[in-house]
C-alpha cells in the first residue's frame, strides 16, 4: 500500500513538531546551564546573557506549540 499525500502531509507535520520540540529541548538545556553559573556570578554579561537565553527558549516553544496546532486543525479538518 503507497502512502496518500494525505499521509505524507501528516508525516511532515509531525516530523516538523519532533524537530520544534527538539530545538525547544536544546533551549531549555541551555538556558539550565545559564542558571546554573548564574547563581555563582552576578554580572550584568551573565544577566543578559540569561535573558537573551530565556528569550530564545520562550521563542523555540512557540514555535513547537504552533506546529502542534497546525496537526490538530489539519486532523480536525481531515476527520470531517
Known amino acids: ?3 496518500t499525500a494525505t499521509d505524507r502531509y501528516l508525516s511532515g507535520l509531525v516530523s516538523n513538531l519532533s524537530e520544534a ?3 525547544f529541548s536544546h533551549e531549555a538545556v541551555k ?3 545559564l542558571l546554573e553559573r548564574s ?3 552576578s554580572s550584568s554579561d551573565s ?3 540569561l535573558q537573551k537565553q ?3 527558549e520562550v521563542q523555540a516553544f512557540e514555535v513547537y506549540l504552533n ?3 497546525e496537526i490538530f486543525a489539519y486532523l480536525n479538518v481531515a476527520s470531517r
Open 54 to 56: 530565556c528569550i530564545a
Open 39 to 41: 547563581e555563582a556570578a
Open 67 to 69: 506546529r502542534k496546532e
Open 21 to 23: 520540540f527538539i530545538m
Open 47 to 49: 544577566s543578559y546573557e
Open 1 to 3: 500500500m503507497s502512502p
Open 31 to 33: 538556558l539550565n546551564g
